[in-house]
Each structure stands twice: as structure tokens, then as C-alpha cells.
């Protein structure tokens, strides 16, 4: 077990919604990550979050956007959802370079 | 940007026999290099990593290489079991960047009785 829990597992939206999910760790840590994994592929980094300031960005348009919180709880939001949103999100805790735990997974079903 | 490649995507070992996974990478820069099995419906999970100041790492029956002249890695996991069966994937990222990890495409790691 990694200590890293997200909410909620499974969601299922329609193209041009908005989602927001959820990433909290048992133990506190100051840098968060968010990666999306589409079905048979590796992860992909969305951003990282480092004492509540966004500090590293993939290849991913504004529309997905985060924040951390002081208790180092974390939220991926997603405006105008497309098809090809849906997949696995995975939040992780640690640093880039450094041992990232990851939890187990939003799975979103875009219709 | 990093690109990493994963070889082969599916591999098939008989129970009890070596199972290796080989990755490259194309940035020189990048100095950690995690490993993650991820079964079906959950979360990858770190099962071993090494770090560009070392070669070579041992837990139990899984090894990490790493030759950072060639930039490439393998994992290698002795005497298989049925619970190695799983999804195996490796990545790479910088020390202190804030880029992320990097990953390959996975390998499908399936041990057959």
C-alpha cells in the first residue's frame, strides 16, 4: 500500500463536462503529480505541484488544471471534456527524479 | 524532451525460467530510473529503481542494469512465478527537474505454468 487514495474510482461524463477528482496521501507530502494513462499505454505526466504552485507541465492544453492544498490533498480539474479524455488518471506523491508512489487510479468514461 | 522505448511489448516465459525487459532512453541528462508492475485495476507500484551512479541493483529475485553510455536499462526477474504475471514498465526523469517520469509503452508479462 502506498498511502496515496483517490475519489472516485470510476466516473462516466459527456463530451463538454467538467470533472474534478480528488488525490490524498496518509502521509503528508509536499509534491504531487498527475498522469494519464490511456488503455495499453504508459502513463503520461499531466503537471506537478510543489508546495501549492504548479512547477512542471507535460504536454497537455489549459483545459486540465490542478491545485494542492495545505494538507497536501490534490484535485485534477477538466473542462470541456473530450472523447479522448477517457482513460486511467493516477495521482503519485513525490518528486521528479525521486521515488513517486502512485494511487490507484480514476478510471473516466467520456461519452 | 525524454523519450523512452520498451522491449518487447508482450513476453511469455515458462514458470521458474528468467524474464528480462529491456528500455532506452534519449536524454544523457536524465539520472533516475524507476520500475513499476501494474495489475489489472490498480495503480503502478514501484518494484525496484536505480539511480545513474550505479550500475547494477539486486532485490530478492529482480535486478536493474544500467549502462549510461548506450542510455539503456533492463530489468531481469529470476525463477517466475504465476504472481509476476502483470504489466511491467519502466521510466526515466532528471534529479530535481520537474518534468515527470517518463515512461515506455509497457511489457505484458505472462508466466505460464
Known amino acids: 500500500e502506498t498511502g496515496v487514495t483517490q475519489s472516485p474510482t470510476h466516473l462516466i461524463k459527456t463530451r463538454g463536462q467538467q470533472v474534478t477528482l480528488r488525490c490524498s496521501s496518509q502521509s503528508g507530502h509536499n509534491t504531487v503529480s498527475w498522469y494519464q494513462q490511456a488503455l495499453g499505454q504508459g502513463p503520461q505526466f499531466i503537471f506537478q505541484?510543489?508546495?501549492?504552485?504548479?512547477?512542471g507541465r507535460g504536454n497537455f492544453p489549459p483545459r486540465f488544471s490542478g491545485l494542492q492544498f495545505p494538507n497536501y490533498s490534490s484535485e485534477l480539474n477538466v473542462n470541456a471534456l473530450e472523447l479522448d479524455d477517457s482513460a486511467l488518471y493516477l495521482c503519485?506523491?513525490?518528486?521528479?527524479?525521486?521515488?513517486?508512489?502512485f494511487g490507484p487510479g480514476t478510471r473516466l468514461l467520456v461519452l | 524532451g525524454e523519450n523512452v522505448e520498451q522491449h518487447p511489448s508482450t513476453l511469455s516465459v515458462q514458470e521458474g525460467d528468467s524474464a528480462v525487459i529491456k528500455c532506452t532512453y534519449s536524454d544523457s541528462a536524465s539520472n533516475y530510473f524507476p520500475w513499476y508492475k501494474q495489475e489489472l485495476g490498480k495503480g503502478p507500484q514501484l518494484i525496484i529503481d536505480?539511480?545513474?551512479?550505479?550500475g547494477e541493483k539486486k532485490d530478492q529475485r529482480i535486478a536493474v542494469t544500467l549502462n549510461k553510455t548506450a542510455k539503456h536499462f533492463s530489468l531481469h526477474i529470476t525463477e517466475t512465478q504465476p504472481e509476476d504475471s502483470a504489466v511491467y514498465f519502466c521510466?526515466?526523469?532528471?534529479?530535481?527537474?520537474?518534468?515527470?517520469?517518463?515512461f515506455g509503452k509497457g511489457t505484458h508479462l505472462i508466466i505460464q505454468p
Open positions: 521510466a526515466a526523469s532528471k534529479r530535481g527537474g520537474a518534468d515527470g517520469l517518463t
Open positions: 503519485a506523491k513525490g518528486r521528479a527524479g525521486e521515488t513517486q508512489y
Open positions: 505541484y510543489y508546495r501549492e504552485e504548479e512547477n
Open positions: 536505480i539511480r545513474s551512479n550505479v
